[in-house]
């Protein structure tokens, strides 16, 4: 809506409440009941004076209450497209940083106590580590919710699939609830850290064994 339609808007509110409130004290000050009356009065509407006294109050609340819940719901879709724009272009130094770099990032701020940052260099390790081994790419628009269900239907695969979702929720603490980790915090997401790589290993030893599998059999149908 525009500034003009608003001011508009605002005008003609304030023209028809002006004509009511001309119309209400014209009716109360007609002549009480036994004084002569001009036959075009309105004198029936005398008694409801009140009562549209309180409609219209209750009218011009709602009208507030209408243009305050529309204000506060464009304000939240604003907000919305900030956060998403803000996950889609990620800083370009978050986006080139290999998994080797983020793990020396998390060594660097265990020593210098900062273990928040130490243990989001663990979370953002992890996911490019997913991303190097081809299991899960790298999409900076995805949640950490979308990453915990895909992990979820790999969860035949992963021996430790709780790692990889202590390490999403130690993120989503950070970023959203503006958690801080503590020494003994940042141990625990070292250890599930370290969890997520055995997992991966694992993986991958799987693939491997069924990737040599299919390779003997088609040699053996060969063969035949």
């Known amino acids: 809506m525009s500034k003009f339609q608003e001011s508009n808007l605002g005008w003609q509110f304030r023209q028809t409440q002006q004509r009511f409130a001309e119309w209400l004290e014209w009716v109360l000050n007609q002549p ?50 900030g956060k998403l724009a ?30 928040t940052q130490a243990g989001r260099s663990l979370y953002f390790a992890m996911l490019q580590n997913l991303h190097d081994r081809e299991i899960i790419p790298e999409k900076r628009s995805r949640t950490d919710q979308e990453y915990d269900e895909l992990l979820q239907q790999l969860s035949q695969e992963f021996v430790q699939a709780e790692a990889f979702s202590q390490l999403l929720q130690t993120h989503e603490r950070i970023e959203f609830a503006g958690g801080q980790l503590s020494a003994q915090d940042y141990d625990r997401c070292q250890q599930a850290y370290g969890e997520t790589v055995q997992a991966i290993a694992t993986v991958e030893s799987i693939d491997q064994s069924a990737t040599a599998r299919q390779g003997a059999n088609g040699a053996a149908v060969e063969v035949d």
């Open 86 to 115: 803000q996950n889609i272009n990620a800083p370009p130094s978050e986006l080139a940083v290999s998994l080797n770099e983020w793990l020396q990032r998390a060594q660097q701020f265990q020593q210098q106590g900062n273990f």
């Open 32 to 81: 009480r009941q036994g004084t002569p009356r001009n036959p075009n009065d309105p004198w029936a509407l005398r008694w409801l004076a009140p009562y549209l006294t309180w409609i219209f109050g209750i009218l011009l609340l709602g009208l507030l209450g209408f243009i305050l819940v529309r204000a506060l719901s464009n304000w939240r879709v604003r907000r919305l497209e």
